[in-house]
């Protein structure tokens, strides 16, 4: 049957119909400038393939399998040296991500480094480059915008909240567990954990709660997404918990995302986490491409609890007490959200 299948697809390139079969989706890709890499997530495991490219000097990569569901993007002047980077898809069935750097940027072909973090979390390394005195500063003490206002205190809680049916999305599961940190701590256990307890808090206070997945199961993307729209749900909120390659233990922090309707949603959690947890570090609110947040009508936000691979968020999140701090936060954040 596979390979059945594999001549299928091979009849099918070859006859350049542009038909695709099981592509997985790019849920998110950036250049990090202060880490000097891309950084890919995807639906799915897959292995990303990277190449140089010189006159001009550019960083090819390709998503074999991963299908951009969407036009292509391009980013300009992202720094010193990245020119632009550019996504599109390149064939039916892989996705490219073009990085075209400046002139004065050298590179070797095999320096590049292609990394895994998760089976669906990749990183495209460069080597380093120091165009400014910024990109000289250690990647922990670089400064990051934060663009969330200063900790307000303490509100009362609106417990009449029935008419709201609020969608919790625990990230990972069953097959794919997420980041991987230090002792084998597992982002989907640690998400899990987090999300029982907030959905719990808010069903306490009388909102309607559906989880995407309440027990150790494994949900796509699309399938997340699905099951809030068929709830008829007022928010998506989705929480998962970050890592670094590298043995770089001293990134700790929190960050929230959004994509679009979803900033003030996600400020409001982001504000309530950094006023009622002692967390590592504020790494601000974000805007970001990722799946659920793109695909959700409804506001979305998308909460990254602290790094799984950082030494001091790894040993507050294997804290029950911790856990339970930062669902609260959360919970209290959705519930200031909706009042």
């Known amino acids: 049957m596979k390979l059945l299948k594999s001549l299928l697809l091979g009849l099918l390139a070859s006859q350049g119909m542009g038909i695709a079969v099981n592509a997985n989706d790019l849920e998110y890709w950036d250049f990090d400038v202060r880490q000097n890499r891309v950084e890919i997530v995807t639906e ?27 036009p292509s993007i391009s980013q300009d002047s992202i720094s010193g040296y990245v020119k632009e980077v550019r996504v599109g898809q390149f064939n039916p069935y892989t996705t490219r991500i073009v990085v075209e750097l400046g002139q004065q940027y050298s590179m070797r072909p095999w320096e590049v480094k292609v990394r ?26 670089q400064p990051v915008a934060i663009i969330v206002p200063l900790p307000t205190p303490n509100s009362p ?25 230090i002792g084998g701590l597992q982002e989907k256990r640690v998400v899990l954990a987090i999300s029982t307890e907030v959905a719990k808090i808010l069903r306490q206070r009388g909102f309607n709660v559906v989880m995407t997945r309440s027990g150790d199961g494994f949900v ?12 008829n749900a007022n928010i998506f909120v989705s929480i998962h918990a970050n890592a670094v390659g590298g043995n770089q233990s ?17 400020s409001s959690i982001h504000r309530n986490i950094v006023g009622r947890v002692s967390i590592a570090r504020n790494r601000g609110v974000k805007q ?34 911790y856990r ?7 919970a209290n954040g959705i519930t200031e959200y909706l009042r």
């Open 250 to 266: 001293r990134v700790n922090g929190l960050e929230t995302y959004y994509f679009s309707s979803g900033y003030r949603l996600a």
């Open 288 to 321: 970001a491409r990722f799946y659920v947040l793109r695909k959700t009508s409804m506001p979305a936000a998308l909460v990254e609890v602290g790094f799984v691979t950082g030494s001091i968020d790894n040993r507050n999140l294997n804290n029950a007490s």
């Open 157 to 181: 809680v609106n417990r009449g909240g029935g008419r709201y049916t609020v969608m919790i999305d625990p990230g990972h599961g069953g097959r794919d567990p997420g980041a991987i940190g």
């Open 44 to 70: 799915e495991g897959i292995r990303p393939k990277a190449s140089m490219i010189a006159n001009p000097t550019r960083l090819i990569i390709d998503l074999p399998g991963v299908n951009l569901g969407e």
């Open 220 to 231: 796509s993307l699309r399938g997340r997404v699905q099951k809030a729209e068929n709830s």
């Open 116 to 141: 895994s973090l998760a089976p669906n979390r990749w990183y495209v390394q460069l080597s380093d480059f120091q165009p400014h005195s910024i990109y000289s500063l250690p990647a922990e003490e």
């Open 324 to 330: 339970q701090k930062m669902a609260e936060a959360i």
